[in-house]
């Protein structure tokens, strides 16, 4: 009757001669080990070949990027390891016990004495060397594969995001030119006169925005006063701000009417945008200096405050569409006559929409409160106070909208 060990090596390696596998039984060591036990470490050399008498032994590689892939499952009679009896090679894969596992082990030396005398195992394992190496050429072949496709696609998608990042920058670089632009545009010195002075504040919610101002010398005795509001923002808005501002100033020169004015604008944003998905929101008025007169219109635009010592402030009454949204448009003309110590607060709706960190909004009635207590401030003083009240009040919220101040100081008699 042959003994275990023979039968395990007779079933593992089929086809040798008893002659071979009673030389092999003589060389073969029996042990035993419990679960999780390495018995070839990958990348290592190792020179001992196992053959499985009961239980289970995965073999794991472990990839570039760290993943484990079991190759196969290697159960009773199987056996492993046999590359490390024939050559210097590191193993390509960890041989790991799932259950307690009885192997017979051979080690090189013993081995190398005995395929000397049994070509048949030295033919047998060289098979298996060849199944083995085709076996594996294909799991590299299928690893390099998805390796292939996962670098195509982190290709393409690198690929996008530099096409993104290039559009960003570009976009970047625009509304830095639309920004520098504007900022030329908006007046920085104001005319200050004898009798009248001037004082504005401007910081857009964005890089660039659709609020502007100006003061336009008409004539010795005439001053246009303007505030404005594209609806948009961004470098859209900007080149709305700049078009329209340019339609200000040309009209300004043109007629001492306001209404006459704005009309023309209107029809010039018509002429351009030609659609009704851009409009402004505007206060015009033309200043008679001699007599303090103010004459004024009010397209949608917010309500200045008449801040006149010894009186409640008051909003100037009037108010029309906008320009540029309906082509049949009528405005009317409004007339308040200014005393000196007057001071008109004029701005946009970005101070009274102002939101702080708890999302309550400014309003116009904090607004009106605080211009009144504005006192007997200049014009360049109410610009100041009316700027860090809204800061306080907006704490560390992000704006919700350009910030816009014009002030308009009638001075008091020496």
């Known amino acids: ?14 086809g040798l001669d008893e ?46 990027d760290g993943e484990e892939r079991i190759l ?34 051979v080690t090189e030396e ?25 076996n594996m050429d294909r799991i590299y072949i299928e690893d390099l594969q998805a390796k292939n496709e996962a670098l195509e696609q982190a290709y393409e998608r690198l690929k996008a995001a530099q096409e993104k990042l290039v559009e960003q920058e570009r976009l970047e670089r625009e509304l830095e030119l639309a920004a520098q632009v504007q900022r030329n545009l908006v007046q920085v010195e104001l005319p200050q006169f004898s009798d009248y002075a001037f004082a504005a504040y401007l910081e857009p919610a964005r890089q660039v925005g659709g609020d502007f101002y100006d003061v336009l010398e008409i004539d010795d005795e005439h001053v246009g006063v303007l505030i404005a509001d594209v609806a948009d923002k961004g470098f859209h808005a900007a080149l709305f701000m700049a078009v329209t501002r340019t339609l200000f100033l040309r009209e300004g020169q043109q007629s001492l009417s306001p209404a006459a004015v704005a009309l023309a604008v209107h029809r010039g944003m018509f002429d351009i945008a030609n659609n009704d998905e851009v409009f402004l929101t505007a206060f015009y008025g033309v200043l008679h200096r001699p007599s303090g007169r103010l004459t004024y219109i009010r397209a949608a635009h917010e309500r200045p405050f008449l ?12 108010g029309d569409r906008f320009l540029g949204m309906m082509p049949d448009l009528e ?6 006559n200014l005393e000196p110590g007057d001071r008109l607060v004029m701005f946009s ?66």
């Open 1 to 14: 009757m042959e003994s275990g060990t023979t039968a395990v090596i007779r079933s593992a390696l089929k």
């Open 19 to 64: 002659e071979t596998l009673h030389l092999l039984r003589q060389v073969a060591k029996r042990v035993e080990y419990p679960p999780n036990t390495t018995l070839c470490h990958q990348g290592k050399i190792e020179h001992v070949f196992y053959v499985v008498v009961k239980g289970n032994v995965a073999i794991v590689r472990v990839l570039e």
């Open 72 to 105: 196969n499952m290697v159960g009773k009679n199987g056996y492993f390891g046999e590359m490390g009896l024939i050559d210097d090679s590191p193993r390509n894969a960890n041989c790991v016990t799932i259950t307690p596992t009885t192997v017979l082990e």
């Open 110 to 134: 013993a081995f190398d004495k005995f395929v000397m005398n049994s070509p048949a195992l030295a033919n047998l394992l060289l098979q298996q060397i060849l199944s083995n190496a085709r």
């Open 307 to 318: 801040l006149r010592p010894g009186r409640e402030v008051m909003a100037l009454p009037g």
């Open 331 to 336: 405005l009317n003309e409004e007339t308040i």
């Open 349 to 414: 709706d970005g101070v009274p929409d102002a939101v702080n960190e708890a999302d309550e909004g400014y309003g116009n009635q904090q607004l009106a409160a605080t211009v009144a207590n504005c006192g007997v401030r200049s014009a360049t003083e109410i610009v100041d106070y009316l700027v860090k009240d809204v800061a306080q009040w907006q704490g560390s919220a992000d704006p919700f909208d350009d910030l816009t101040l014009l002030v308009l100081e009638a001075k008091a008699a020496a």
